[in-house]
């Protein structure tokens, strides 16, 4: 069965995740050590560690296989406008990513929003390329720094604190609205190259914290 998220925090859009970390070899160093990002990650804590929000996030990892997914996707859909993948985990399989650039293809009528860090592999780049290439679809790769470090591939980075908004980036104001997007779609938006988001949550101050100690 298709386990659908409505997050609060996205105006009530609703998202399809998986599992953190267990999905997301793209959150590791060669070294097996966590990219600063990912080490801080919201998805390892607090409520996601709740059975209940654990519980659809394990059942969508197989549910994908399913030959009817693509199709009870597009249906899930319907009156969607607007479409989050990956509130936490990330397309830890080519053939996941082809089924949901599927949807992705048979729902032109829906903005979908999806970060990645898996264009760091190979061969996710073809498929990655497809869904960037339509219309309705902001693949944003996921800069891996803390401090607002990105290049020209990236299309989201986290960021100490608002003041420290990097050029050519434009700042998430989610932390002026109660953490709610408060009718921003800019994430959505094929327009804005790179989104900047402030830092927010205890765990993630503790690794910018230890980061910025070692400099
Ligand atoms: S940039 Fe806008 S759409 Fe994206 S998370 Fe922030 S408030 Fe929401």
């Known amino acids: 069965m298709i386990r659908i998220s409505k997050t609060s925090k996205l105006d009530g859009i609703l998202s399809w995740s998986l599992q953190a970390l267990e999905t997301c070899q793209g959150s590791l160093n060669p070294d097996g050590t966590l990219v600063p990002a990912c080490s801080g ?10 059975p209940n929000v654990k519980a659809p996030r394990l059942e969508n990892k197989s549910d994908w296989k399913r030959d009817a997914w693509v199709s009870d996707m597009v249906q899930a859909l319907d009156s ?10 990330d397309i830890y399989s080519v053939a996941l990513a082809e089924k949901i650039f599927q949807v992705m293809e048979q729902t032109p009528w829906c903005k979908h929003w999806l970060p990645t860090r898996m264009a760091k592999f190979a061969k996710y780049q073809d498929v990655l390329s497809r869904m960037q290439a339509l219309d309705n679809v902001m693949v944003r ?50 327009d804005v190259a790179v989104i900047a988001y402030p ?5 993630m101050s503790k690794v910018i914290r230890i980061l910025s100690t070692k400099v």
């Open 141 to 190: 790769f996921s800069s891996d720094s803390v401090s607002g470090e990105f290049d020209a591939r990236h299309g989201s980075v986290i960021i100490e604190n608002p003041e420290a908004l990097p050029n050519g980036a434009t700042l998430c104001e989610a932390y002026n609205n109660g953490g709610k997007c408060n009718g921003c779609r800019s994430c959505y938006n094929k």
């Open 199 to 203: 830092a927010h949550g205890r765990k």
């Open 80 to 89: 969607s406008r607007y479409f989050r993948w990956f509130d936490s985990g």
């Open 41 to 50: 990650c919201y998805a390892t804590t607090g409520n996601y560690n709740y």
